[in-house]
């Protein structure tokens, strides 16, 4: 009888605490197993969605393992990367349901020998904030804003007081811009593609700056370039700023800027000069834009040479200063080169008063190829140049360097075209001779 008692006793014990489990202490958070790790350790974090705000002082390296989702707690940061140095994020995804706040991905300050890999940030505000940060790189990140126009909205990576920082292989997609750089000293932007935002690259008083092989497109402006010295762009695709203000590149109050290999392509303007010196524009395209060149204030300390100009609308324009280049080849350029040395034997001139008006107000861009701008360049074409205001290029190339003839046998067309073109004949023959 007593060994029954026990027995209900303890079934019904068993019964209970399968039905209300006991409670089991949840393993250790991010932040807690950053917290107890010594410096120089890697923390690898298990697959899941974490709500969290990441603090990380101290040396360590953070490795998501699958499908790792850092969510967003209102306006702070997701990662605070404070006063350390040698820290490193890899493969983490990062995002926020705080539609309309102040998000931000990572904020990294005073900080050295920081990575960024492989990290994801989706529907943020702000992708990664850089301050007083020297030697670091940023690397296959993945940014993606959220709709709506660009002044509602913060800048995808932002450099401030930094030095020596190298951001490569990122996309950047509808944020305010894609990379803003003020008061930086030498960091690279490489193989980058930033698109349907207000500037795809910003920089503002900054020195040593180099922009390589980046693709921007679809933005109000691919580089604005304002109050920066020493800088590089070379070899990069920079298309398809339509929007009313849309510019390639602009260039504002600089020198020693040099400016190489680059694709200007369906832009507004193409290229914008406003106060530079001592700079090199140099073997550039410059195609199907609405302006090609925009010269203001131009500078004869500049070298304008070997670029390309062609199936523009207006291949350039200028203030009362003009510009003098050289060397350039120009598709509208209707003089000849009798003597074959590859230069047009009179200087390249373009002294359109319309395309000047579209400095001054950017609304008569609207009446291009009405009657009256038309018959206006048409009178001008008739009277004398005015030296002293127009664009001239004294060695006009009159060939593109680039043009060259391919003939390629394929003979399968051969052989279907030689067939109609015979049995065509023997058509004609039998009907009319």
Not at 236 to 242: K, L, R, T
Not at 365 to 388: C, G, H, M, W
Request: hydrophobic share 35%; aromatic share 10%.
């Amino acid at each position: 009888m007593v060994f029954s008692k026990i027995s209900f006793i303890l079934t019904s014990l068993l019964l209970l605490f399968t039905t209300f489990p006991i409670p089991i202490e949840a393993e250790e958070g991010i932040q807690q197993q950053i917290n107890n790790a010594e410096s120089g350790t890697t923390i690898y974090i298990e697959p899941g969605i974490y709500n969290e705000k990441i603090i990380i002082s101290k040396p360590l390296t953070l490795i998501g393992s699958g499908d790792v989702i850092l969510n967003s707690q209102g306006d702070y940061p997701v990662i605070t990367i404070d006063n350390t140095q040698d820290v490193q994020i890899k493969h983490i995804n990062m995002t926020s349901n705080n539609f309309g706040g102040n998000s931000l991905g990572i904020k990294i300050s005073n900080s050295k020998r920081i990575a960024i890999k492989d990290v994801t940030f989706n529907l943020l505000d702000k992708g990664i904030d850089l301050f007083k940060v020297e030697d670091s790189k940023i690397d296959q990140v993945i940014l993606l804003g959220r709709e709506g126009h660009f002044s509602s909205k913060s800048n995808g990576i932002t450099l401030d007081y930094t030095k020596e920082i190298l951001i490569e292989n990122t996309n950047i997609e509808s944020v305010q811009d894609g990379i803003y750089v003020k008061n930086d000293v030498n960091s690279k932007m490489i193989n980058n593609e930033i698109s349907h935002s207000r500037y795809g690259i910003h920089l503002m008083y900054s020195n040593g700056t180099q922009i390589f092989k980046n693709h921007l497109h679809n933005n109000v402006t691919g580089v604005m370039h304002m109050l920066t010295s020493y800088t590089a762009i070379m070899g990069n695709i920079i298309e398809h700023q339509n929007q009313y203000n849309g510019f390639g590149i602009v260039l504002f109050e600089g020198e020693q800027i040099h400016l190489s290999n680059n694709k200007l392509l369906s832009n507004q303007v193409g290229i914008s000069f406003q106060n530079i010196e001592n700079s090199t524009i140099t073997k550039n395209t410059v195609a199907s834009n609405q302006t090609g060149f925009q010269f203001i204030k131009y500078a004869s300390s500049n070298k304008l040479s070997r670029n390309e100009v062609y199936g523009n609308i207006v291949s350039s324009v200028s203030d009362k200063n003009g510009a003098i280049v050289n060397e350039n080849y120009w598709d509208d350029y209707d003089g000849v080169d009798l003597d074959l040395d590859g230069y047009g034997d009179t200087p390249y001139q373009s002294n359109d008063s319309y395309a000047k008006l579209m400095i001054k107000q950017k609304e008569y861009q609207f009446f291009f190829e009405s009657p009256s701008v038309a018959t206006l360049s048409k009178i001008e074409r008739k009277l004398p140049y005015e030296n002293d205001s127009v664009v001239r290029d004294d060695q006009p190339f009159v060939q593109r360097s680039n043009k060259q003839i391919y003939l390629n046998f394929n003979a399968i067309p051969f052989i279907i075209g030689s067939t109609g073109l015979v049995g065509g004949w023997l058509l004609w023959r039998r009907m009319y001779c």
